[in-house]
């Protein structure tokens, strides 16, 4: 059987500049958490897992019927990393050659750019990150013989970053001409990102 690909989105944080879970934020009515497990979803990743933390259970009710879901223990101390080895945790028992990483609130970072960073995943010791003119971000590709290390280098915010820093081996995926790079940390944040969708309608 044909390895697959599977999708991570990290969703528990509190969303403290934004006054409240991103995960429950809305776009064109849509809540992120949603939008995002559907993105990668669309991008044929598959399994797809959603990390909740802040606002649960509500957070969990905002998701598809069906869509699979963990908690992630320490969101609140440790951040990032308690959701990246909650995922991890998770996606342990499947048959997975890689992991997409994406965070929630990237929703600039749809399926077609998805689909591309993943398809680097011919190996399982791949590395791949999306890139925005040549600036390496979002989304994270993690081939399954890294799991372990990066699992054990996450802490605080950074997520996998301390894994990936200094590493030659990371292939950047160039995204920019199909996806928008803006996080959405704050309220003026989503102000701008809906004044941006007006005026392209």
């Given at each position: 059987?044909?390895?697959?690909?599977?999708?991570?989105?990290?969703?528990?944080?509190?969303?403290?500049?934004?006054?409240?879970?991103?995960?429950?934020?809305?776009?064109?009515?849509?809540?992120?958490?949603?939008?995002?497990?559907?993105?990668?979803?669309?991008?044929?990743?598959?399994p797809?897992?959603?990390?909740?933390?802040?606002?649960?259970?509500?957070?969990?009710?905002?998701?598809?019927?069906?869509?699979?879901?963990?908690?992630?223990?320490?969101?609140?101390?440790?951040?990032?990393?308690?959701?990246?080895?909650?995922?991890?945790?998770?996606?342990?028992?499947?048959?997975?050659?890689?992991?997409?990483?994406?965070?929630?609130?990237?929703?600039?970072?749809?399926p077609?750019?998805?689909?591309?960073?993943?398809?680097?995943?011919?190996?399982?010791?791949?590395?791949?990150?999306?890139a925005?003119?040549?600036?390496?971000?979002?989304?994270?590709l993690?081939?399954?013989?890294?799991?372990?290390?990066?699992?054990?280098?996450?802490?605080?915010?950074?997520?996998?970053?301390?894994?990936?820093?200094?590493?030659?081996?990371?292939?950047?995926?160039?995204?920019?001409?199909v996806?928008?790079?803006?996080?959405?940390?704050?309220?003026?944040?989503?102000?701008?990102?809906?004044r941006?969708?007006?005026?392209?309608?």
């Amino acid at each position: 059987m044909e390895k697959t690909v599977a999708g991570l989105l990290l969703a528990a944080g509190g969303g403290r500049r934004m006054g409240r879970p991103k995960a429950a934020v809305e776009l064109d009515g849509e809540p992120l958490v949603r939008r995002g497990a559907r993105a990668l979803g669309a991008a044929g990743l598959d399994p797809v897992v959603v990390v909740l933390g802040a606002g649960l259970p509500g957070t969990a009710d905002l998701l598809d019927e069906g869509t699979t879901w963990v908690p992630a223990p320490g969101w609140d101390t440790e951040g990032q990393a308690a959701s990246l080895r909650a995922g991890l945790d998770a996606l342990s028992g499947s048959d997975a050659l890689a992991v997409l990483v994406a965070l929630v609130d990237t929703p600039g970072i749809g399926p077609e750019a998805l689909a591309r960073v993943a398809a680097r995943a011919t190996a399982p010791d791949v590395i791949a990150r999306g890139a925005v003119g040549g600036r390496a971000g979002h989304p994270v590709l993690l081939g399954r013989d890294h799991w372990e290390a990066v699992r054990a280098a996450a802490t605080g915010d950074a997520g996998a970053r301390g894994f990936l820093r200094g590493r030659g081996d990371v292939v950047a995926v160039e995204i920019g001409d199909v996806a928008v790079e803006d996080d959405l940390d704050t309220p003026d944040d989503l102000q701008r990102w809906n004044r941006r969708e007006e005026a392209g309608r």
